[in-house]
């Protein structure tokens, strides 16, 4: 394209140069026509005859020696009689030897180019017919050196275009030939490879960081995923084996008693519930990541759903006497799902049930923050430890502490919580943890059409569990 445009422009001046090369020597020729026809006109008008007025006009022609005049044939002629000639210094073409109708404005006569023109003697109203010719040999000669110039330079100009433009887009190009390399050598084992990005702002720049932080985010995909299925794996074999072995027990012993059935099938039925309940969160989770979670989002209460989950959370305190006090529940409009929402709530309800000692309080407010509706979860318990604060919403990560509860879970809790507000659009957060102290809240957007009341339902409601 470039070539073709290059040629395009050499071919376009090249015929601009010819025109105004011709233009040039037809000027010449009028002003030529014009000046004899001035000049005879005038030598005509001084003369009583016709022949007296001619006979000055050859004379006029044959003594003008001008530069401008000299490479110039002049013949005038009246109807087919030839009055006066005047011959340049390149006698090639005799004018008089040309028949007349072949002299006409532009026409080219070996190697000569042709003007005509005419004029009226008044006193003797006698027409005569001018014409002048040029020879137009030096335009050749010129146009014959523009040819050659341009056949030598153009070539030569896109050759160098040509080699500047490879040079230029190898090395241009070379990160991606780096970008096929590493492509290549990307397995789903290994993602570690990433492509050398020089320092700048151009587009293979910027694709080439881009193309790193997608390898980045593919490898952390990944990662996430070996771990989930190692985790799955490992919170699954432990109860498959606890009931397997129940099983094996059971079936080796030669003489069970209905109690020692009654205990096995007890094992199991305890084993196969939790795997039950991990296998729901897993695809409750998995269905999460494919965008494929089943919403009924409308237009609900938001207090509806904590106060569903506190009696929910009922059944999971009894055993430990603690006690749930709703400090604030004011009437809070929300687009979203009622259930998914108690869901979330109670697994901050279960996880504080869980790390509170006996008799410990827990302590659920609902309230305003600007365009949010906030429910934090408060409980007297052990705390998580400063290192482990970082990953608790994280699939699996159970911090593992003996002397508690941890170990009953799967850690997937809170990874659930987190995926039901996020879906909502909100937001899940450790505000605090220490000893005697943790703060879990979820941050929900506020109808936005709502007319608030500010009057809560219960300023402090305690539920004894």
Request: glycine fraction near 6%; proline fraction near 3%.
């Given at each position: 394209m470039f070539g073709a445009i290059v040629i395009a422009l050499a071919l376009s001046l090249y015929f601009i140069e010819k025109n105004d090369a011709y233009r040039r020597l037809d000027a010449a020729l009028q002003v030529a026509t014009a000046a004899t026809s001035m000049s005879a006109e005038h030598e005509l008008t001084?003369?009583?005859?016709?022949a007296g007025g001619e006979a000055d006009i050859q004379s006029v022609l044959s003594e003008d020696q001008s530069a401008a005049m000299r490479d110039?044939?002049?013949?005038?002629?009246?109807?087919?009689?030839?009055s006066d000639f005047k011959a340049g210094i390149d006698r090639h073409l005799d004018l008089r030897r040309v028949p007349k109708r072949s002299l006409r404005n532009g026409a080219v006569i070996d190697g000569f180019r042709i003007s005509t023109s005419s004029f009226t003697a008044p006193k003797f109203h006698i027409t005569y017919q001018i014409y002048a010719a040029k020879p137009i040999a030096p335009i050749l000669a010129q146009l014959k050196e523009a040819r050659t110039a341009l056949?030598?330079?153009?070539?030569?100009?896109?050759?160098?275009?040509?080699?500047?433009?490879?040079?230029?887009?190898?090395?241009?190009?070379?990160?991606?030939?780096?970008?096929?390399?590493?492509?290549?050598?990307?397995?789903?084992?290994?993602l570690s490879a990433r492509v050398t990005v020089d320092q700048g702002t151009g587009e293979i720049?910027?694709?080439?960081?881009?193309?790193?932080?997608?390898?980045?985010?593919?490898q952390q995909a990944f990662d996430l995923q070996r771990r989930f299925m190692a985790d799955a794996s490992h919170q699954l074999r432990t109860p498959v084996s606890i009931a397997l072995a129940a099983a094996q027990v059971i079936n080796r012993d030669p003489n069970p008693t209905s109690a020692?059935?009654?205990?096995?099938l007890r094992i199991i039925e305890k084993q196969m519930l939790q795997v039950r309940r991990a296998v729901e969160e897993?695809?409750?989770?998995?269905?999460?990541d494919s965008a494929s979670l089943k919403m009924n989002?409308?237009?609900m209460y938001l207090d509806d759903a904590v106060a569903e989950a506190v009696r929910a959370a009922k059944?999971?305190?009894?055993?430990?006497r603690q006690k749930v006090r709703i400090t604030n529940l004011p009437e809070a409009k929300c687009m979203g799902d009622s259930n998914l929402l108690t869901q979330a709530v109670v697994v901050l309800l279960d996880n504080a049930v869980k790390f509170t000692p006996a008799e410990g309080d827990i302590e659920v407010s609902l309230f305003r923050r600007g365009i949010e509706w906030v429910c934090t979860v408060t409980d007297t318990g052990i705390g998580i430890a400063e290192a482990a604060q970082a990953h608790v919403f994280e699939r699996f990560f159970r911090e593992g502490k003996p002397s508690t509860e941890s170990a009953t879970g799967a850690g997937l809790g809170l990874a659930i919580a987190k995926s039901i507000v996020d879906s909502h659009a909100g937001a899940l957060r450790l505000v605090e943890s220490r000893p005697g102290r943790t703060i879990f809240e979820i941050a929900i957007p506020a109808r936005e059409s709502e007319a608030v009341s500010r009057q809560p339902q219960a300023n402090s409601r305690a539920v004894r569990m």
């Amino acid at each position: 394209m470039f070539g073709a445009i290059v040629i395009a422009l050499a071919l376009s001046l090249y015929f601009i140069e010819k025109n105004d090369a011709y233009r040039r020597l037809d000027a010449a020729l009028q002003v030529a026509t014009a000046a004899t026809s001035m000049s005879a006109e005038h030598e005509l008008t001084e003369h009583s005859t016709t022949a007296g007025g001619e006979a000055d006009i050859q004379s006029v022609l044959s003594e003008d020696q001008s530069a401008a005049m000299r490479d110039t044939q002049i013949l005038i002629c009246e109807g087919e009689r030839c009055s006066d000639f005047k011959a340049g210094i390149d006698r090639h073409l005799d004018l008089r030897r040309v028949p007349k109708r072949s002299l006409r404005n532009g026409a080219v006569i070996d190697g000569f180019r042709i003007s005509t023109s005419s004029f009226t003697a008044p006193k003797f109203h006698i027409t005569y017919q001018i014409y002048a010719a040029k020879p137009i040999a030096p335009i050749l000669a010129q146009l014959k050196e523009a040819r050659t110039a341009l056949f030598i330079f153009v070539p030569l100009g896109l050759a160098a275009a040509g080699f500047g433009g490879y040079f230029l887009a190898k090395r241009s190009l070379r990160p991606l030939n780096e970008f096929a390399q590493v492509i290549e050598g990307i397995s789903f084992s290994d993602l570690s490879a990433r492509v050398t990005v020089d320092q700048g702002t151009g587009e293979i720049a910027l694709l080439g960081s881009r193309f790193n932080a997608l390898l980045g985010r593919l490898q952390q995909a990944f990662d996430l995923q070996r771990r989930f299925m190692a985790d799955a794996s490992h919170q699954l074999r432990t109860p498959v084996s606890i009931a397997l072995a129940a099983a094996q027990v059971i079936n080796r012993d030669p003489n069970p008693t209905s109690a020692d059935y009654k205990e096995s099938l007890r094992i199991i039925e305890k084993q196969m519930l939790q795997v039950r309940r991990a296998v729901e969160e897993m695809f409750f989770l998995s269905q999460a990541d494919s965008a494929s979670l089943k919403m009924n989002s409308k237009e609900m209460y938001l207090d509806d759903a904590v106060a569903e989950a506190v009696r929910a959370a009922k059944p999971l305190a009894t055993a430990k006497r603690q006690k749930v006090r709703i400090t604030n529940l004011p009437e809070a409009k929300c687009m979203g799902d009622s259930n998914l929402l108690t869901q979330a709530v109670v697994v901050l309800l279960d996880n504080a049930v869980k790390f509170t000692p006996a008799e410990g309080d827990i302590e659920v407010s609902l309230f305003r923050r600007g365009i949010e509706w906030v429910c934090t979860v408060t409980d007297t318990g052990i705390g998580i430890a400063e290192a482990a604060q970082a990953h608790v919403f994280e699939r699996f990560f159970r911090e593992g502490k003996p002397s508690t509860e941890s170990a009953t879970g799967a850690g997937l809790g809170l990874a659930i919580a987190k995926s039901i507000v996020d879906s909502h659009a909100g937001a899940l957060r450790l505000v605090e943890s220490r000893p005697g102290r943790t703060i879990f809240e979820i941050a929900i957007p506020a109808r936005e059409s709502e007319a608030v009341s500010r009057q809560p339902q219960a300023n402090s409601r305690a539920v004894r569990m």
